[in-house]
């Protein structure tokens, strides 16, 4: 019988051996390993929303080293981080813990309609740390969105030479989406499908909304009967988008919420399909007892436990 590693890896024919070997390491890693399933610690919040935001409800998290420690003692697949603070943890972690360089972020000192993050890192960076995995983020709908993705097409040649799995965090928004539109259904699905034709072995979305932005969309999933009454529903639309589920989709933990919420979401992209969850704030921001035991429950939903 086929494991549900090999099956995913079987997804991925044009990829190398050492990037197959790399996004092997990922599914194999921690309380998820050999599963098909994922539960990743995203730290980038820190330059995107600034230390106090990020870290102050849990001062232990000033310190890089924490959230690996965190992402280790949890068993999670794996930790993304920006740059700096690769080069703190990759020498004490990298071995044990794969580690995911985000090669692009934004910082919150300035905001305008059309957002394009900064390139801060590439894959000799990510070779030389001994990352498992590059990450890099996307902005569907922002004006700038195709210089982007050319970035996009770049790095994940650079990788593919190296042999490591690309990332991509495909977050519209800017001046082609409303706000509420940067989570609707139908733009979600299309943001995981715009990542998956530029090469994401693994895609980060947000939790889809009810809210369809476009009419086309609308009739279009109207008339096909295509269910989305529920966030389950919602999430296999989403999942489908991504080459009918062949591609591994997981969710954005979001903002900081109440435990209750954040475990019924979970369930949610769970039961429509997801491959997991990628979940920063919800964790790093609680005290490391409760975080791990967050965490674990978090795992066990989408072990079907």
Known sequence: MTSPVDEILSWYPSSNRRTL??????????????????????VDQGFEHGPGRSFAANPAGYDPRYHAQLALDAGCSAHALPLGACELVAPIFASELPLILKCNNSDSLYSGPDPEPALIAGVEDAVRLECSAVGFTIYPGSAARNHMYESLRRLAVDAADAGLPLVVWSYPRGSGVS???????????????????????IVKVKPPTAHVESDAARVALDKAGVPLHTLADRVRHV????FDGHRIVIFSGGAARETAAVLEENRQTAAGGGFGTIMGRN???????????????????HLGQ
């Open 21 to 42: 070997t790399n996004l092997s390491r990922i599914l194999a890693q921690g309380r998820m390993g050999g599963s098909g399933k994922l539960v990743i610690l995203p």
């Open 179 to 201: 706000e509420e539109g940067r989570t609707a259904v139908d733009v979600v699905a299309y943001a995981a499908h715009l990542a998956c034709q530029m090469g994401a072995h």
């Open 283 to 301: 964790s790093f921001q609680r005290p490391h007892r409760e975080a791990l035991q967050l965490l674990h429950n978090v795992m066990d939903i």
């Open 239 to 242: 999942v489908d988008s991504a």
